[in-house]
Nanobody, 123 residues
Framework: QVQLVESGGGLVQAGGSLRLSCLASGRTFSSYAMGWFRQAPGKEREFVSGVSWRGISTYYADSVKGRFTISRDNAKNTVYLQMNSLKPEDTAVYYC????????????????WGQGTQVTVSS
């Protein structure tokens, strides 16, 4: 069992930055690949970024490539999402998730989810 708690969301102006954190409980965090997804009002949940269990491989949606950076610190049981050059269309609830297997960009592959943190980007 893994419990995930996101933090770091908030209100920021366009062009600004935020860093999201996701703290995981349990001793098996390092055995899970992690991902960030987001869901805007009236839209489906979408993949944002993913990282392999050792942090060597990273993946990004085209919409955030070059602006967002995912990283993890297995000693701290934490995964991060550094978001730069934020745009109003980045406004959404951001969720972190953990998976053992499956495709990094498929939400159904993820076994555990956090409660989400709101990110609002004003124009």
């Amino acid at each position: 069992q893994v419990q995930l708690v996101e933090s770091g969301g908030g209100l920021v102006q366009a062009g600004g930055s935020l860093r999201l954190s996701c703290l995981a409980s349990g001793r098996t965090f390092s055995s899970y690949a992690m991902g960030w997804f987001r869901q805007a009002p009236g839209k489906e949940r979408e993949f944002v970024s993913g990282v392999s269990w050792r942090g060597i491989s990273t993946y990004y949606a085209d919409s955030v490539k070059g602006r967002f950076t995912i990283s993890r610190d297995n000693a701290k049981n934490t995964v991060y999402l550094q978001m730069n050059s934020l745009k109003p269309e980045d406004t959404a609830v951001y969720y972190c998730a953990a998976r053992r297997s499956g495709s990094y960009d498929f939400s159904g592959a993820y076994d555990y989810w956090g409660q989400g943190t709101q990110v609002t980007v004003s124009s």
